[in-house]
C-alpha cells in the first residue's frame, strides 16, 4: 500500500481542479487526477509529474455509472485506500438562466453533475475512504447557492451573479447534501465540508473573474487538510464561514 496520503480531484484536468491537484501535490501527495477526456487528462498528468506532483490519471465521468464504479477500483488497485476526495467537478448549463426562460433540461443536465455525480462518486469512494485513518471530503461549492446572499440587500445579491435557476440552486442542493451526508457520518472520523473558491477566472465563466484558479484552489487545500477535531458539515470561503 502507497504510504503517501492519497487524494482524488474530479474535474482535474483544468482550472480550479487542476491547481487544487497540484497544491495538494505540492504537499508531497499521490494525486488521482479524475477527468472524463482522456487527452486533457494525460496532459494534466504530464504537466503535474514535470513539476514534481506524484500524479496519477482516473477516468473518471461524474455522470455515468460504470465510469464511477471503474474509478473506484483503479484506485483500490492502485494505492487501496482514499485519504482525501475533493468533488469539483462542475458545469454551469450555460447562460442565460431566467426562470421564465430556461429549458428544464438545462437545470437536470446541471443537477445531474454538480449534484447527483457528488453523490455518485461520494457513496462509491467511501468503502476507500474509510480505510483512512483522516478521510477527508471536499465538496467545492459557491457562495451563489448561499440563500442568505441570494435574498439580502441588493448588494449582497450582487455578489452571487446573475439570476441562474440551474446553475446556483444546484451549488444549494450541493450545500444541503453536504450537510446530509455530514449528519450521516457524524460519530466516524470523516469529515466533510463545503468551499467556495470566489469568482475564479476559468472557461466555466468565460475567464470573468477576478481571482486566479490557484487562488480559488486554496479554500480546497485548507479543506483537505484539517486536523482531526476540525470541523465538519460546514461552508466556507477564505474569509470565513459562508451563510446557508
Known amino acids: ?57 482516473v477516468p473518471l465521468d461524474v455522470t455515468d455509472d460504470a465510469s464511477v464504479t471503474a474509478a473506484a477500483r483503479l484506485i483500490e488497485k492502485q494505492a487501496g485506500r482514499l485519504d482525501v476526495l475533493v468533488n469539483n467537478a462542475a458545469i454551469t448549463g450555460g447562460m442565460p438562466q431566467e426562470p421564465t426562460r430556461v429549458d428544464p433540461a438545462t437545470i437536470r443536465t446541471v443537477v445531474e453533475t454538480n449534484v447527483i455525480g457528488v453523490i455518485r462518486v461520494t457513496n462509491a469512494m467511501l468503502p476507500l475512504l474509510r480505510r483512512s485513518a483522516s478521510p477527508r471530503i471536499v465538496n467545492m461549492s459557491s457562495s451563489v447557492g448561499s440563500l442568505t446572499r441570494q435574498s439580502g440587500t441588493a448588494a449582497e445579491q450582487q455578489t452571487t451573479g446573475p439570476v441562474a435557476v440551474a446553475y446556483s440552486p444546484s451549488k444549494t442542493f450541493l450545500n444541503a447534501v ?60 477564505d474569509a470565513g464561514e459562508v451563510p446557508w
Not at 230 to 237: I, L, S
Request: glycine residues 16%; hydrophobic residues 40%; proline residues 3%.
Open 1 to 57: 500500500m502507497n504510504e503517501r496520503t492519497i487524494a482524488l480531484v474530479t474535474g482535474a484536468n483544468k482550472g480550479i481542479g487542476y491547481e487544487i491537484a497540484a497544491g495538494l501535490g505540492a504537499l508531497g501527495w499521490s494525486v488521482g487526477v479524475g477527468a472524463r477526456d482522456d487527452q486533457r487528462r494525460t496532459t494534466a498528468v504530464a504537466r503535474l509529474r514535470a513539476a514534481g506532483v506524484d500524479a496519477f490519471g
Open 178 to 237: 453536504t450537510l446530509q451526508y455530514a449528519r450521516e457520518l457524524s460519530g466516524t472520523n470523516i469529515l466533510i465540508n463545503a468551499g467556495c473558491p470566489g469568482y475564479v477566472a476559468t472557461d466555466l465563466n468565460g475567464f470573468r473573474g477576478v481571482r486566479t484558479p490557484e487562488q480559488g484552489a486554496a479554500i480546497a487545500i485548507k479543506l483537505a487538510t484539517l486536523h482531526d477535531d476540525g470541523p465538519t458539515g460546514t461552508f466556507f470561503e
